[in-house]
Structure formats: structure tokens, C-alpha cells
């Protein structure tokens, strides 16, 4: 016989998760209230709140001044429920071409303990693989901890990190392997994803910026690529996060240089700071650059934009014909991005910007177009150190907050 519809235990984990995600976006919320949000009876939702506060996931956080409308002459008053943040630690996983971060935080985003290790270049994935394990283990060690204490483990991995396994894994394995490999060591639900993808959802959640149910862009630069990552934010953000949208071919100079493998005048031609070496390359020196190259410290591959804007307002006016063409190209990126994609706001990451540069961008677009820019910029200034804090962010979502709620150790038999 067919059998339609959900069972009971995964209504009962979609309905914890919608729990969780309500508490998590309102803050401190009665069961009432937070029936009448998930349009629920508040039997239910007691039943299922009060298995989530034996279990240490949420507590009541005190007794509100105002009583329930509905029992008034009971005397009976709200009680706000949180989530018990010290009892939800996740670990984090962030993995690129040449380092591991790894890290314990709370669900707040206050990170515990932190690890960051060099990968060398002879390492297998296999040996990548068994470097995370012992050091997780030696965090759950250091911190007087066993695996029931942390609700998930979250893997970012970055796509440069593609190339350095294609001769082991196609690239649709390598989430499934980390996975599989890790949940086995440790013992913890595992979620693997794109790392540009968890940076985008993380730094707009961070911010929680207008309009909750737009679109948002996530600009990220390396040396060779510029990536662009959109996500929709709740509920969807949950759900679909990996959209990954190459922008390097489109055109920013119609009359720009041509490189090997790239279009003519492409962002990956212009805007890459593989591309700026190569434009600065005549000027760049000690004598004619002096401001910039002492911000960059002699060395030139580590140019960006925003170095080159700090450089002009320090004196370095040679640079000024080739800044005002970098702006102008980055303001028809931005401008292609928002037509082709919709999005109402945009980060940077590892552009260097601040907010005043953001503020001259802005002024650059409205000599331009004529107009101002249909989209908040914002900068992602997630320190180095602390990248798996990502990582762990995803382990909230996915393991908390999704109403897919679904992980690795569900899928190994």
C-alpha cells in the first residue's frame, strides 16, 4: 500500500526546527505567541516546547509583566522562551587551497576555541580528512566536552579546493566524502557545503538587512576570479543556498586587454587582482607609489582596489587615472549584477573596502548612470582566523533551524 504525507517524527522535527527559527528571528517569545506565528494550537506547541527544554535546547528565559488575554482571570502570564545558547555549540569547518580553520562557537556566534593549519600541497584528501578529526577531538578535549554536546559540525569548502582533489574526487563527491568520513570519527550530524555559499548567508545574517524577503548578492575576490553568490533570505535561504553565478566573462571595458583564457575587457581581464598587478605593473615602485607600496609592503600580487583608493588619498596621484577606470569598470559590474539578478543588496569580501570607499563607490555609480544605485552595498569583514565560523553558522541552520533538517548520518548505512 502507498503512503502519502509526512510521518510523525518528521512532522515533529519540522515543527521543532520552525520553532527554533521563530525564537531565533523574534528573540525572547511566548508559546502563544509563537503559536500564533506558526499558525498552531498552543497545546501543541507546549507539548513540543516543553521536550525541547528537558533536552537543554531552550529555556524559559523569566515571566513576562502582561498576561495572556486568554487567561487573565487565571492570572497567568507569558513566559518568554530563548534558546539556551550556552547548551548549542556547532563546530566549524572552513577548507581553501591552502588553509584548514577550524573552531567552536555558541549559537550566538561567540567562538570558544579556534585552530588554523596549513595545508601542504603533498597532502591527500584522505590525510585533509584526518587532520580535521584530530583536531576536532583535541577541541572537544581542551574544552571538557563529548560529542552529545554539539548539535552539528559544519563544512565550508572553498572552490579553489576543487582543483587541488579532481584527480580523486569529482566535485559533487567531495561534500558527500567530508561528510561520510567525519560523521564516522566523530559521531556528529555533518553538513558540508560550498564555502561561498555559507560566507553569503552568514554575512547577511549577520546584518538582517532590509527587506527579508529580497534577493542578496555576495561578491568575493581571489587572485584569478571574482565569484558571485545570491541567496534568498527566509525562508528559502534555507533550503537553496548554492547559487554560485559566474560573473568573470562579463564585460566591464569593451576596449580592455584580452588575457589568456579570458574575454576581452572581462572582469577576470580587469578586475581580478591578478588583472590589477598587471595594469600597476609599470608604476608600482618605492619612488613613483610610495603610499602604496607601503600599504602592500612591497609586495604587488596583494594589490586591491581599495589599497589603490587609500593610496590616492594619501598622494600616490599617479595612480588616480587608473583608480577612476577601476571604479568605473567595478560600477558596470555592480550594475550588471543588479540587472541580471535582481539583488537589493551586495557584500564584498576580500575587497578590502571600508565605508567611506563604499560611500565614493556609490557617488562613482551616480556619475555614471545618473542615478544612485538600486542596491545597499555592505562590507563582509569576517577576519581570517575566523572564517569556520561560517561553518558553524551552517551547522545551525541545517541542523536547527531547516525544515529539511537532514544530514549525512541519516544517509549512512
Known amino acids: 500500500m502507498l503512503e502519502y504525507g509526512i510521518n510523525k517524527f518528521n512532522l515533529n522535527m519540522v515543527n521543532r526546527a520552525q520553532i527554533m527559527r521563530v525564537i531565533w528571528e523574534y528573540g525572547p517569545i511566548s508559546r502563544s505567541d509563537i503559536a500564533d506565528k506558526l499558525c498552531m494550537t498552543r497545546a501543541a506547541i507546549t507539548v513540543i516546547t516543553n521536550k525541547m527544554i528537558e533536552e537543554g535546547i531552550i529555556i524559559e528565559a523569566g515571566k513576562s509583566a502582561t498576561p495572556e488575554r486568554s ?20 563546530i566549524g569547518v572552513y577548507i581553501d587551497k591552502y588553509n ?19 595545508i601542504f600541497q603533498e597532502m591527500s584528501l584522505s590525510e585533509i580528512a584526518g587532520v580535521i578529526e584530530k583536531t576536532i577531538k583535541q577541541i572537544l578535549l581542551n574544552s571538557c566536552l563529548k560529542e552529545e554536546n554539539i548539535s552539528g559540525i559544519g563544512i565550508g569548502i572553498m572552490p579553489d579546493m576543487y582543483e587541488y582533489i579532481s584527480k580523486e574526487l569529482e566535485c559533487d563527491e567531495l561534500y558527500y566524502y567530508i561528510q561520510k568520513v567525519i560523521n564516522e570519527k566523530i559521531g556528529v550530524p555533518v553538513f558540508a557545503e560550498n564555502a561561498l555559499s555559507q ?27 571574482i565569484y558571485l553568490n545570491t541567496i534568498l533570505n527566509m525562508p528559502s535561504l534555507f533550503e537553496n543556498i548554492n547559487n554560485i553565478i559566474d560573473v568573470n566573462s562579463l564585460c566591464v571595458n569593451p576596449h580592455g586587454f584580452e588575457a ?33 607600496y607601503k600599504l602592500t609592503g612591497g609586495k604587488m600580487r596583494s594589490i586591491t582596489i581599495s589599497q589603490i583608493m587609500t593610496a590616492v588619498s594619501l598622494g600616490d596621484d599617479l595612480l588616480i587615472p587608473l583608480k577612476d ?18 539583488v537589493k543588496n551586495i557584500y564584498f569580501y576580500k575587497f578590502g573596502f571600508n565605508e567611506q570607499q563604499l560611500y565614493e563607490l556609490e557617488n562613482h555609480y551616480k556619475k555614471i548612470f545618473d542615478s544612485t544605485i538600486c542596491a545597499k552595498l555592505y562590507v563582509c569583514d569576517i577576519n581570517d582566523s575566523h572564517r569556520f565560523i561560517c561553518g558553524s553558522f551552517y551547522a545551525v541552520l541545517k541542523g536547527l533551524f531547516s525544515v529539511s533538517n537532514k544530514d549525512v548520518s541519516s544517509e549512512i548505512s
Not at 548567508?201 to 555576495?218: A, Q
Open 100 to 118: 584548514i580553520s577550524i573552531g567552536l562557537a555558541t549559537i550566538k556566534g561567540d567562538v570558544l576555541e579556534k585552530y588554523n593549519i596549513e
Open 199 to 225: 560566507l553569503a548567508i552568514f554575512c547577511w545574517s549577520k546584518d538582517k538587512c532590509d527587506g527579508k524577503h529580497c534577493k542578496s548578492g555576495f561578491l568575493y575576490s581571489d587572485y584569478e576570479n
Open 325 to 342: 577606470k577601476l571604479l568605473c569598470e567595478l560600477c558596470l559590474l555592480i550594475n550588471n549584477i543588479i540587472c541580471i539578478t535582481g
Open 71 to 90: 487567561e487573565v482571570s487565571k492570572g497567568r502570564r507569558k513566559v518568554p522562551l530563548d534558546i539556551n545558547y550556552n547548551n548549542c555549540l556547532q
Open 260 to 292: 589568456n583564457g579570458s574575454v576581452k575587457g572581462s572582469v577576470k581581464s580587469e578586475l581580478t587582482q591578478k588583472a590589477i598587478v598587471r595594469r600597476i605593473g609599470e608604476i608600482y615602485s618605492e619612488s613613483k607609489t610610495p603610499a602604496l
